[in-house]
């Protein structure tokens, strides 16, 4: 069998189907009777005996394994970069992901662009087959489920050339359930092409505090029942693709003022508005059959008075998801890096409290050798058993299954090329994202821009990191965009803080231009960049503003006359906000966030609905 993970082209990638029922041997003899998905037919349901016949002749040390999805640097399951090798030594003690498998016997590899898993398609396809080969190449060998963080938005793992689409929050400004399965279809079809076959995606999160500093516009508004009409859909559309869809982070991760990535955020919402706000959406994704669900390194106390972290917390996960919401598919923690689950507990106990909870996969602990030791220990010492492994294995085994990973594990060069950010999946993209666009101010109709009376525009403002995989930075794409619809544009980068000197040499910039267009990212009272704009207004000449991420911007700028909101800036947001500025689309998204004023927050400046058109 050819490497493929060192560079094959075009059908070499895909290893033959002797090749594979030969590597994966005892697996596919003990699923060979069916019961499992075909790429060309869908899913139908898995055999639950046939799995738990090969539950039963793995050792403890595999069953272990299973449990976990890890992180891997490298480009390449057998040969990465010196760099990468040097990574993995010291964070899992293994050189390359093939080393993992053996030593370890993960279950899930998960996928970052900052891990360098995710240079360009064909490389991404060839590391998916190399994982499968080297875990099929072992003593009993299992598929491996590759899993990545696919929300679109400002969170995208997998960047160009694959299509890329407007995150949650615009989703929820276009308001369409249809757009949201198409993207949801798309964004699976390419994922699995891939070798990814489980997405982390969609948040089911109910954004209620415009503080919140971790999900924010990735989530798709403040109205439940909205929230969860879109992620029933999304999750349908991954399901058409044959993609295990995640919906995030369980019980509700919301209305927090606090980011669990650094510190253990609580929600004192009672056990009623728990029910109405939070609970919505994930009992959609349930019932339009959502494949896993992600927990959240968050107190409710009100849900478990214990204020264990919901991860590692029996009465959320098991009294709530499992026993009143009947969820009985795989149940997947976020990050076991972050400091939100670590507060509490060591390293060594919360994979451990994690699986007593009633968790399914353990994701990415930040010392793999310490998690699966004291996994292992637990169950040689009596505090867990193997019937509870069993358990999670089972439910681990039956998604696989589902997606086809036991029948055909592999993916070609061909089908990347066929799927992979196609002109009408990239055209589909800018169809959905025209119709997310807000504008939220227009007065005196200073909006379209005439190429006839303002012509040369001068693009400044905010330009934070571009999301992965897009061009950038905003200035840039947004100046371009703008040139291609007939103005001459200039970008002129002020950042986020700009400064006194910036703000000055910004102002006379604006002297050259007959209109400027400012992008603002996260404004606040104390904010540098409300400077910037008082003073290009002040200039006489026509400003427009846009919102390119959060759109609560608008309340801290009560004198700008066009203001838009694009809820991200990556490219497909920003050119299509062009294409409004332009007038050659209407804007058509409507606020799925109340805005509310800058001098009294419990008033709302633009209430949920709000956004004017042409």
């Given at each position: 069998?050819?490497?493929?993970?060192?560079?094959?082209?075009?059908?070499?990638?895909?290893?033959?189907?002797?090749?594979?029922?030969?590597?994966?041997?005892?697996?596919?003899?003990?699923?060979?009777?069916?019961?499992?998905?075909?790429?060309?037919?869908?899913?139908?349901?898995?055999?639950?005996?046939?799995?738990?016949?090969?539950?039963?002749?793995?050792?403890?040390?595999?069953?272990?394994?299973?449990?976990?999805?890890?992180?891997?640097?490298?480009?390449?399951?057998?040969?990465?970069?010196?760099?990468?090798?040097?990574?993995?030594?010291?964070?899992?003690?293994?050189?390359?992901?093939?080393?993992?498998?053996?030593?370890?016997?993960?279950?899930?590899?998960?996928?970052?662009?900052?891990?360098?898993?995710?240079?360009?398609?064909?490389?991404i396809a060839d590391l998916s087959n190399g994982i499968q080969k080297a875990s099929l190449g072992l003593p009993r060998g299992l598929p491996v489920l590759v899993s990545t963080d696919q929300e679109h938005g400002i969170v995208a793992r997998v960047?160009?050339?694959?299509?890329?689409?407007?995150?949650?929050?615009?989703?929820?400004?276009?308001?369409?359930?249809?757009?949201?399965?198409?993207?949801?279809?798309?964004?699976?079809?390419?994922?699995?092409?891939?070798?990814?076959?489980?997405?982390?995606?969609?948040?089911?999160?109910?954004?209620?505090?415009?503080?919140?500093?971790?999900?924010?516009?990735?989530?798709?508004?403040?109205?439940?029942?909205?929230?969860?009409?879109?992620?029933?859909?999304?999750?349908?559309?991954?399901?058409?693709?044959?993609?295990?869809?995640?919906?995030?982070?369980?019980?509700?991760?919301?209305?927090?003022?606090?980011?669990?990535?650094?510190?253990?955020?609580?929600?004192?919402?009672?056990?009623?508005?728990?029910?109405?706000?939070?609970?919505?959406?994930?009992?959609?994704?349930?019932?339009?059959?959502?494949?896993?669900?992600?927990?959240?390194?968050?107190?409710?106390?009100?849900?478990?008075?214990?204020?264990?972290?919901?991860?590692?917390?029996?009465?959320?996960?098991?009294?709530?998801?499992?026993?009143?919401?009947?969820?009985?598919?795989?149940?997947?923690?976020?990050?076991?890096?972050?400091?939100?689950?670590?507060?509490?507990?060591?390293?060594?106990?919360?994979?451990?409290?994690?699986?007593?909870?009633?968790?399914?996969?353990?994701?990415?602990?930040?010392?793999?050798?310490?998690?699966?030791?004291?996994?292992?220990?637990?169950?040689?010492?009596?505090?867990?058993?193997?019937?509870?492994?069993?358990?999670?294995?089972?439910?681990?085994?039956?998604?696989?299954?589902?997606?086809?990973?036991?029948?055909?594990?592999?993916?070609?060069?061909?089908?990347?090329?066929?799927?992979?950010?196609?002109?009408?999946?990239?055209?589909?993209?800018?169809?959905?994202?025209?119709?997310?666009?807000?504008?939220?101010?227009?007065?005196?109709?200073?909006?379209?821009?005439?190429?006839?009376?303002?012509?040369?525009?001068?693009?400044?403002?905010?330009?934070?990191?571009?999301?992965?995989?897009?061009?950038?930075?905003?200035?840039?794409?947004?100046?371009?965009?703008?040139?291609?619809?007939?103005?001459?544009?200039?970008?002129?980068?002020?950042?986020?803080?700009?400064?006194?000197?910036?703000?000055?040499?910004?102002?006379?910039?604006?002297?050259?231009?007959?209109?400027?267009?400012?992008?603002?990212?996260?404004?606040?009272?104390?904010?540098?960049?409300?400077?910037l704009v008082e003073q290009l207004l002040a200039t006489g000449k026509p400003v427009v503003a846009v919102a390119v991420r959060n759109p609560y911007d608008?309340?801290?700028?009560?004198?700008?006359?066009?203001?838009?909101?694009?809820?991200?800036?990556?490219?497909?947001?920003?050119?299509?906000?062009?294409?409004?500025?332009?007038?050659?689309?209407?804007?058509?998204?409507?606020?799925?966030?109340?805005?509310?004023?800058?001098?009294?927050?419990?008033?709302?400046?633009?209430?949920?609905?709000?956004?004017?058109?042409?």
């Amino acid at each position: 069998m050819p490497d493929s993970s060192n560079g094959s082209t075009g059908s070499t990638a895909r290893p033959s189907r002797r090749t594979v029922l030969a590597a994966t041997a005892g697996v596919t003899t003990a699923l060979a009777a069916g019961g499992t998905v075909h790429a060309a037919t869908g899913p139908s349901a898995p055999d639950d005996r046939k799995l738990r016949a090969l539950i039963s002749r793995m050792t403890l040390e595999e069953k272990v394994g299973q449990l976990f999805v890890m992180r891997v640097y490298g480009h390449s399951a057998t040969d990465p970069d010196q760099a990468d090798i040097d990574a993995n030594l010291k964070e899992i003690g293994v050189r390359t992901a093939a080393e993992m498998l053996a030593r370890y016997r993960v279950g899930g590899i998960i996928y970052f662009a900052w891990a360098h898993n995710t240079r360009d398609p064909h490389q991404i396809a060839d590391l998916s087959n190399g994982i499968q080969k080297a875990s099929l190449g072992l003593p009993r060998g299992l598929p491996v489920l590759v899993s990545t963080d696919q929300e679109h938005g400002i969170v995208a793992r997998v960047g160009e050339p694959a299509t890329l689409f407007p995150g949650a929050m615009a989703v929820g400004a276009g308001g369409s359930r249809a757009d949201a399965r198409t993207l949801g279809r798309i964004a699976g079809l390419e994922l699995r092409a891939l070798g990814i076959r489980q997405n982390y995606s969609p948040v089911a999160d109910v954004n209620v505090n415009p503080a919140n500093p971790v999900i924010g516009v990735r989530s798709f508004g403040s109205d439940p029942q909205s929230v969860a009409d879109l992620v029933a859909a999304e999750v349908k559309g991954y399901e058409s693709s044959h993609i295990a869809s995640t919906a995030k982070h369980f019980p509700g991760h919301g209305d927090t003022v606090d980011d669990s990535h650094a510190k253990l955020p609580y929600i004192h919402h009672t056990r009623d508005q728990w029910e109405q706000l939070d609970a919505p959406p994930f009992e959609a994704a349930i019932a339009a059959g959502i494949d896993s669900i992600m927990t959240a390194h968050i107190v409710v106390p009100a849900l478990d008075p214990s204020e264990d972290p919901a991860t590692l917390s029996r009465p959320i996960l098991t009294g709530i998801l499992r026993e009143e919401l009947g969820y009985d598919g795989v149940v997947v923690t976020d990050s076991l890096g972050m400091e939100g689950v670590r507060t509490k507990y060591g390293d060594d106990r919360v994979p451990v409290l994690a699986l007593k909870a009633g968790v399914d996969q353990l994701l990415n602990p930040p010392s793999l050798d310490v998690a699966w030791n004291a996994v292992l220990n637990a169950v040689r010492d009596g505090e867990l058993t193997e019937d509870r492994l069993d358990e999670s294995i089972l439910r681990v085994l039956r998604m696989k299954a589902k997606l086809g990973l036991f029948k055909d594990p592999y993916v070609t060069h061909a089908g990347v090329d066929r799927t992979v950010g196609t002109r009408s999946h990239l055209a589909t993209a800018d169809r959905i994202t025209e119709r997310t666009t807000t504008l939220l101010v227009n007065e005196g109709g200073l909006l379209p821009l005439s190429r006839r009376r303002t012509p040369k525009l001068l693009v400044v403002g905010a330009d934070p990191a571009s999301p992965s995989g897009t061009t950038g930075p905003p200035t840039g794409v947004l100046a371009g965009a703008l040139t291609e619809l007939g103005f001459t544009a200039t970008a002129l980068s002020t950042g986020t803080a700009p400064s006194a000197a910036t703000v000055a040499k910004a102002v006379a910039a604006a002297g050259d231009a007959d209109a400027v267009v400012v992008a603002t990212y996260n404004v606040s009272a104390s904010s540098s960049q409300k400077a910037l704009v008082e003073q290009l207004l002040a200039t006489g000449k026509p400003v427009v503003a846009v919102a390119v991420r959060n759109p609560y911007d608008v309340a801290h700028l009560p004198g700008v006359a066009a203001y838009l909101a694009t809820y991200s800036w990556t490219d497909v947001e920003l050119r299509a906000a062009a294409r409004v500025i332009a007038g050659k689309v209407d804007p058509r998204g409507t606020l799925p966030v109340p805005v509310q004023r800058a001098d009294d927050p419990s008033t709302a400046l633009y209430p949920v609905g709000h956004g004017l058109t042409y």
